[in-house]
């Protein structure tokens, strides 16, 4: 079967193709569009419009940094709830059946069929594109945007940010940890609210930890994000920081 229509769009789209920028910029969870042929999996239009969808604020954010400082941005066209792209295909929730405490009825029983449409046409061509424009950089730099709830089964969370890595592969978030502690209004996490998981995700794990390439996900909290006025000021604290780090990893 076919899952995409011939009118709709591929399942990434790519920013400043050829930004002189290190850094490639991905964001995995950036849309909650559905293809057509999915009707609406079964969720109200409210439903879609959750974090179980997509990463709130993530993708304006990710935006507005490829813009300032020429990165070239790799993001998702589809929801997470179609196939998540920061998952491995054998992670249980690749194809979520539920989400946080969600079901998604239009996931259930899938046949393989419908399973090996959705990663034929959308998650192996998203990695493929990560992967070919890696191999086109002598020296890349991996950074994976993302935003996180503020309050998760009813337990709030307080950090601004956090960043994710693997141990092996922490020297980004070191200097950044470093630069960060000089504003001491930003509350920061060590691998929180997320830790970056070796058996379940995809970025990090292949894309970055697996070529050996200096790497780093970003998770910023949503309702610091949901305005423009907070995109770009979240950016612009991007923007700084990761120019900063640049010179210190050159």
């Given at each position: ?37 999915l009707g609406t999996l079964g969720l109200s239009t409210i439903g879609l419009e959750r974090h179980i ?144 998981e070796f058996d379940n995700d995809y970025t990090i794990p292949v894309h970055g930890v697996g070529r050996g390439i ?37």
């Amino acid at each position: 079967m076919e899952l995409l229509a011939a009118d709709e769009p591929p399942p990434f789209h790519v920013e400043r193709a050829r930004g002189a920028s290190p850094y490639l910029l991905v964001c995995e969870h950036a849309s909650k569009r559905l293809p057509r042929k999915l009707g609406t999996l079964g969720l109200s239009t409210i439903g879609l419009e959750r974090h179980i969808a997509w990463d709130i604020g993530a993708a304006a954010v990710a935006r507005d940094l490829s813009a300032r400082l020429d990165a070239t941005l790799i993001s998702q066209t589809y929801s997470r709830l179609v196939i998540d792209c920061n998952r491995l295909l054998e992670a249980h929730d690749a194809i979520p059946t539920i989400s946080e405490e969600t079901e998604i009825p239009g996931n259930q029983d899938l046949s393989q069929d419908e399973i090996d449409a959705r990663i034929r046409e959308i998650h192996q061509p998203y990695q493929a594109c990560i992967s070919d424009h890696l191999d086109a950089r002598e020296a890349p730099i991996l950074f994976d945007i993302h935003s996180f709830t503020p309050v998760f089964k009813g337990q709030a969370r307080p950090w601004h940010i956090g960043l994710l890595y693997g141990e092996a592969q922490r020297r980004l978030a070191d200097i950044l940890f470093g630069l960060i502690a000089k504003e001491d209004r930003i509350v920061v996490g060590d691998n929180q609210p997320y830790a970056v998981e070796f058996d379940n995700d995809y970025t990090i794990p292949v894309h970055g930890v697996g070529r050996g390439i200096v790497n780093l996900e970003i998770e910023t909290r949503q309702d610091l994000i949901t305005s423009e006025a907070g995109q770009e000021e979240w950016a612009t604290r991007l923007e700084g920081w990761l120019t900063a780090a640049q010179a210190q990893l050159t």
